[in-house]
């Protein structure tokens, strides 16, 4: 048998219910992962060994530690993963990637998505490492070992979900869960090679984006391959005995019947049974492909050469299949920028840290955010929201024009450890949107998107292999089985590296 961490999430899900595998030791060989590469590649903030052993055995007495079956489809019984250190696990401290929390008594109770995963038999490892409070798109905290993308140790993991991309990149852990607010799944994704998805706003009940001023974060799987991704999608689906979601909120988006997701990754069909817009004869899709972005009137964006070539490849992989590819520019939006930049310092200046000592131990961008979302008066954030509430309108209108658009990942290679701005505030904001102008605008309008490696650079003595680089498929609103299909038709005929980095 292959290397279990060569093995795929839903090989290994398979190798399970079989009884070939138990969860033990699975468990123990991804430990011993962690523990030999996680010094180098900084994707935990903290590792629970002895917690993990004790739920594999739990889950390998009875084959349910806490509600998930073994055999169900869509279950995750006695797979490995991670919480992201945004998150409370009861009984682990959560550090929200900054020294001001360092220290806080762990919580009592966890949060729901580590809930929902936990019911679908999961085994956490540890927290998957993450900036200061989730805002940067870089994982650098100042008192913590940065998060590296695995293909060159020179380079960040991305943000925010920079620890749970870098720790599936390297094969500590088959996928993990993270959350995106203004890219933070599909960031270190692109960064990392590996596949980033965020779903629809109101989706999932946990991490809806109902919660989210502005309806910004949402959260969403990552993992190596598309079919991997669809499945840990699956188990964030929490599904009552009907086979509906358990939303408990009013808003929602359209959810499709228990493995709908992983099918629609493994067939690569472009079937919509909501819409029927495309049927399993033709299976093709008019695709939208563009280079623009929200960002354009505000800050210089540079479409890199390397970012061109994914781009390039990825439309190729497309075409191959018979779909119809047509460039198209995004309608200017000048207004977007200035409220995005609002919103965010908004959501910033509900942070609960008045103590100015405390206050004080933030990082200069986080401060920034939260001094200047206090400032912000009442008026100036209304007409944000309302200001973004129309782009969301016309960004929708455009995409919906197509059955999917295609843009870069990212428009810079993954960033050299140190290269963002760690004095200027404002210089440091205008770097994040100049590596990342394609996504934030897809968490104003609640559209899913999906990213996928397409391309390796050159190699060098650094990225031996290269730097991985890849597209951005955005999709209708509940638009995830199409996005799927697009993506898992991408991976198969531009297949990455066979080895890993590490």
Request: net charge negative; glycine share 12%; aromatic share 6%.
């Amino acid at each position: 048998m292959d290397a279990l961490h060569e093995r795929t999430a839903v090989e290994l899900r398979d190798l399970l219910a079989a009884g070939d595998l138990t969860p033990a030791e699975v468990t123990e060989h991804f430990l011993d992962r962690v523990e030999r590469l996680d010094p180098t590649v900084g994707a935990f903030a903290t590792v629970t060994p002895e917690l993990a052993r004790e739920r594999a055995a739990a889950l390998g007495r009875d084959g349910d530690g806490t509600g998930g079956a073994r055999s169900a489809s869509g279950g995750l019984w006695g797979l490995p993963t991670g919480d992201k250190d945004l998150w409370n696990r009861a009984g682990v401290p959560t550090g929200f990637g900054s020294r001001a929390f360092a220290g806080l008594p762990p919580a009592a109770e966890s949060d729901e998505i580590v809930r929902i995963l936990d019911a679908a038999g999961v085994v956490s490892l540890g927290k998957t490492a993450a900036p200061e409070l989730g805002f940067p798109a870089y994982t650098e905290p100042v008192d913590a070992p940065p998060a590296r993308t695995p293909w060159d140790l020179t380079r960040g993991a991305g943000g925010s979900s920079g620890g749970a991309a870098a720790a599936v990149a390297a094969g500590m852990l088959p996928f993990a869960p993270g959350s995106d607010g203004g890219g933070s799944v599909r960031i270190p994704a692109a960064a990392c090679g590996v596949v980033g998805l965020k779903p629809t706003r109101g989706l999932l009940p946990a991490g809806s984006g109902v919660d989210s001023l502005g309806g910004l974060v949402v959260n969403g799987p990552i993992a190596r391959t598309v079919a991997d991704t669809a499945l840990l999608l699956e188990a964030m689906l929490p599904r009552l005995a009907g086979g509906g979601v358990a939303h408990p909120f009013s808003l929602r988006a359209p959810s499709y019947e228990a493995g709908a997701y992983l099918a629609a990754a493994q067939r690569a069909t472009l079937l919509d049974p909501r819409t029927g817009w495309s049927g399993p004869e033709s299976g093709t899709a008019r695709i939208g492909v563009t280079t623009t972005s929200a960002w354009d009137e505000f800050y210089a964006i540079t479409v890199s050469p390397e970012a061109r070539a994914a781009l390039d490849a990825g439309v190729g992989a497309l075409t191959g299949f018979g779909h119809t590819l047509d460039e198209m520019v995004l309608a200017e939006a000048p207004e977007y920028a200035p409220a995005f930049r609002t919103l965010w310092m908004g959501g910033a200046s509900a942070v609960p840290i008045d103590d100015p000592e405390t206050l004080g131990r933030l990082e200069p961008l986080t401060q920034w955010l939260i001094r200047s979302g206090r400032e912000v008066p009442a008026r100036q954030l209304a007409e944000a929201v309302r200001t973004l509430n129309g782009y969301e309108r016309s960004l929708v209108a455009q995409i919906s024009v197509y059955d999917a658009v295609v843009t870069p990942a990212l428009a810079l290679t993954p960033r050299p450890i140190g290269w963002y701005d760690a004095q200027d505030p404002e210089r440091n904001f205008e770097q994040q949107c100049q590596y990342t102008p394609f996504t934030s605008m897809l968490n104003v309008a609640g559209l899913p998107a999906i990213t996928v490696p397409t391309h390796w650079t050159a190699p060098t003595a650094e990225a031996p292999a290269g730097l991985p680089m890849g597209v951005q498929i955005i999709g209708r609103p509940g638009g995830e089985l199409t996005l799927l299909a697009l993506a898992a038709q991408v991976e198969a005929a531009l297949p990455r590296p066979a080895a890993f980095p590490l």
